[in-house]
């Protein structure tokens, strides 16, 4: 039993863990809200649909090509309406900066 444990525990932690780059947030619903569009620094904009009332801005396409230093997303909710067509919402700005590659520690030594 204790080896299935350690087994389990060593295969567990022997997975590296990466961040994904979206962004997840609460759609206003009530508003009829139909989905969402983001863009990344001076892109063009990307439609995202909503999901069970939450909104999922994926990311990735536009990150992979950033440069490392400061970077702005963009997003707005829409709504297609019957009359209207497509009522969009004012933009708003988050804002993140990419950290270059980090350099490996020096210096160290092993003491008696």
């Known amino acids: 039993m204790k080896k299935i444990i350690s087994f389990v525990l060593l ?7 990466y961040s ?5 947030c609460d759609a206003p619903t009530d508003a009829g809200v139909t989905g969402t569009s983001s863009s990344i620094d001076t892109q ?3 439609d995202n649909d ?11 396409p536009g990150t992979s090509t950033l440069s490392n ?6 997003v707005k909710f829409y709504k297609d309406d019957a009359v ?6 004012s933009t708003t700005n988050f804002t993140f900066t990419k950290p270059g590659v980090l350099a490996a520690p020096g210096g160290l030594v092993l003491q008696k």
Do not use: N, Y
Not at 69 to 74: A, N, Q, Y
Not at 84 to 89: H, I, L, M, Q, T
């Open 84 to 89: 209207w067509g497509r009522v969009e919402s």
């Open 69 to 74: 230093g400061l970077h702005t997303i963009k």
């Open 11 to 17: 295969f567990m932690l022997s997975f590296s863990a």
């Open 50 to 60: 909503l999901v069970t009332g939450k909104c999922k801005i994926d990311l990735q």
């Open 44 to 46: 063009a904009f990307i």
């Open 20 to 24: 994904a780059p979206f962004v997840v």
